[in-house]
């Protein structure tokens, strides 16, 4: 939406509101929050607006405003926003629900969304069905409601599609300071994407945060991708809806690995945008991205006073994409000097209460922590309760951190393992101090792993365009083995050598002609396995005759040379996701595929560097280099082989829905590889 400039509607200086309670109640956000522009009351019937003159229509005000909060019927809006367009107004918000989100009852709420966007013409507005946006760096507001944020000189952008989880966000006390919380609704004509893009434009804006239901525009999301690499500001999001898509459609294997969350979380990592689970996490990393951006790399240290907190910290860490490295050589020393004999020197490290309420002490041994060159320092403090306890001690600790991390020039941390133990006037000053304060062990370790994922991702080049191919819409079909093989070994994809045959006889002739052993395979059956439609290692031609016999008929017989045991089975697939298309899907193949679990989505098209480094992050891949000195596989072949596949999907994007490769056999080195189950649907 780069036709739209959208900075006078988000940093206006002359806001026009339309409405009654709703207008009244954003003209008394504007207030409380100084905005020191001009607010024009627009109201058919009133005179005055909390001390302002108010206009009785629009053609009566001063100018065209910069920005209009529109708090009217669904029907008047439309009228109002033609208007403003014709006007040169620079932007609307469109509180009134009842469009395209509306019940069945309300069957003409897709009409009066187009005729809204109609009306709208190339003027920017936000919803409809949306409280619409808070500045908290110039305090303007178009916001109808109460809310937590207050006035801040830099801080984070937050857009959500919800306005009642961005209310809810604004009365965070996390000392997360938040510069504008947008909202977006229906997103009829103005993306959230579209919106971050035009707030990363803010100097002030330090990292930004979506919540997002789902992805609408895919060539928006790399918009906002190559945005924020090239203005150094991550993004983080936090797309709900992780549940598994129905697979109704789905006849392959593939097909069920590929779920739409799977998919999103491969584009996402791809692109560079951080991915959180939960609204914790996403301001938590947010804190993490504001002090900090990417982290170099994924290593965290981490100090406490308490054995059961080193130990919490060192299992969160389980199974997460960070590490807790051991102490450096040089640290060493410095440590077992201050801290005494009787601590352990480990990370993450009991520092016990030896220096505790010393401030020389704990800055001297911060100091020593800090100094071993991980990204990330935490030092694990819970404050008591301020109404019952008293914490001049505590917050000894927070000033030798705060002293500790400038000395240092290392990114610290001060973590709560309970968020209600952050007091946040204390997470105020962290902040202020370059020190994030960190409500949550699961988040903070959250935090650690998206930043640094961010900063992995913008080290490598930046990612070639994600294949974005309309599909046809014409009948499916699917191919049967026989002839998906044929397709795909035109490409150059390996697979067994093979005849087709219509009889028994036929079959056991075709038999003849390849040399045994062979496999058997009745065509044209959904999972032969289970249908009794696979004979393996037939030895001779009586074998084949009457396996053919006993297997069900429908589309003839496909007769194969029996494949070498292989060194490991993979499954090779594509399927087309309703929001992102196509992608790759590798893993465990076989038998194991639901077993293992051990499967990457690998966004499209990709390069043979791409594919090397998913097929090595898969678990298999110890068994390709020759598991406890088993034999090892044809690596490079593998490679080639997904290569090749890859290479058909793109070829093939517009009509193909999908590919499913499974196994494809991985043989000793030097002898390749062999497709020998091939299922392929597509458009005709």
Known sequence: MTSRPLDRLLRPQTIAVFGGREARRVVEQCDRMGFSGEIWPVHPKLDEVLGRRCYRSLSDLPAAPDAAFIGVNRTLTIDIVRGLSRAGAGGAVCYASGFSEAIAELADGADLQQALLEAAGDMPILGPNCYGLINGLDGALL?????????????VAILTQSSNIALNLTMQTRGLPIAYMVTAGNQAQTSLADVACALMED??????????EGFGDLAALERLAAKARQAKKPVVVLKVGKSEQAKHAAVSHTASLAGSDAVADAVLARLGLGRVQTLPALLETLKLLHIAGPLA????????????????????AVGRKVEFPALQPQQLPRLRRVLGEMVALAN???????????????????????????????????????DRCEASEWMTTVDAVIAAASATGALAGVLATLPENMPEPVAGRLMAKSVVAFSGIDEAITAAEVAAGIGEAWDRP??????????VDGELETLTEADAKIELAACGLPVPWGLQAFSPGEAAAQAERLGFPVVLKGLGIAHKTEAGAVML??????????????????????????????????????????????????G??????ELLEDSIVLPLPATKADIRAAILRLKLAKLIYGYRGRPKGDFEAVVGAVSTAADYVVANAAHLEELDINPLMVLPEGRGVAAVDALIRRRR
């Open 588 to 593: 465990a193949g076989g038998i194991f595929v």
């Open 143 to 155: 916001w109808p409601d109460q809310h937590g944020m207050q006035r801040i000189e830099r801080g």
């Open 462 to 471: 930046p990612p070639l365009p994600l294949l974005n191919v309309i599909p």
């Open 203 to 212: 100097p002030r804006v330090t990292a930004v945060g979506l919540h997002v």
């Open 297 to 316: 790399n994924h290593s965290i240290s981490s100090m406490s006073c308490s054995g059961g907190e080193a130990s919490l910290m060192a299992d969160a």
């Open 348 to 386: 993450p490290l009991d520092y016990h209460t030896f220096v505790w309420g010393d401030l020389a002490g704990q800055t001297e041994a911060f100091c020593a922590m800090f100094g071993g060159g991980c990204a990330l320092n935490l030092v694990v403090l819970d404050f008591p309760r301020s």
């Open 537 to 586: 290692n037939l030895k001779d031609s009586g074998a084949v005759s009457d396996a053919a016999a006993r297997m069900p008929l429908n589309s003839g017989y496909l007769v194969e040379k029996m494949v070498d045991p292989p060194v490991a089975e993979l499954i090779v697939g594509a399927s087309r996701d309703p929001v992102f298309g196509l992608s790759l899907t590798l």
